[in-house]
DNA sequence: AAAGCGCTCAACCGCAATACC
DNA sequence: TGGTATTGCGGTTGAGCGCTT
């Protein structure tokens, strides 16, 4: 058959439990890639994009069942504060949601992004406004390169590099900048005098020291 | 009982990036 | 190197469910 000419119906809508069982088997055999490929070798009228969206979303061995914990949520606030900042500004938005999701094991991107939609964006709208999150400033960073180097002179932070990393800042410390490095791999944010220094791509660790002492200097700033 | 309404979340869409030929 | 196929993303939709009237 000349594929060039082929059209294929797909079938939509809710998948059945007798089509997951056949997806599952077929990517047990022949492994979660090729989708395309798996759809066709499946036999189910599904298109490779449904079929890969159904396994990541719903079928994967390691999703994660259950309401969202405070805990999760709570890194979801954060994380959205800080990456809606960023990537919706400089960057339209692009791999915000699947980036949280990756701080959030067996959680989707789908998942937090419909709970977003859902709790969170009604709790901020109501309590502190949403445009608290966008009021980011562009301000000169040399001199706050200096401050930061009198802070860990001062030897006043607390390093956890498996957690958030809150640093106590001087009041008048005027800054604030989201700070990545050229990766993306790390972020540095200052708000209501606290410095949280975020690792956000395994595995990437990264300690105050490092990111200080860094001779690179291969920061920049947003 | 049933009609209307709002909410949730699985699924789809369109687009951009990447892989492949 | 250019065209096509595939993958992966955020935005959006709509079926189904539960609550209210």
Known sequence: MDRR?????????????????????????????????????????????????????YLRPDIKRGNITEEEEDLIIRLHKLLGNRYFY???????????AGRLPGRTDNEIKNYWNKIVKKKMQKSTGLAHCHSLNTQ?????????????????????????????????????????DVDNNLVIEAAAGNWMVRELSPPFICSFDDLLGSEDALFYYN
């Open 140 to 180: 000169p960073c040399t001199e706050n390169i200096a401050m930061l180097d009198e802070i860990k002179e001062a030897d006043s932070c607390n390093i956890d590099p498996n957690a958030f990393m809150e640093i106590e800042m001087e009041e008048n410390f005027n800054w604030s900048n989201s700070l990545t």
């Open 90 to 100: 400089f960057f339209s938005a692009c791999l915000m949601w699947s980036l949280i």
């Open 5 to 57: 000419h082929s059209i294929r119906v797909w079938h939509r809508g809710t998948w059945t439990r007798e089509e997951d069982q056949v997806l599952i088997s077929c990517i047990e055999a022949h492994g979660a890639k090729k989708w395309s490929s798996i759809a066709r070798k499946a036999g189910l009228k599904r298109s490779g994009k449904s079929c890969r969206l159904r396994w990541l979303n």
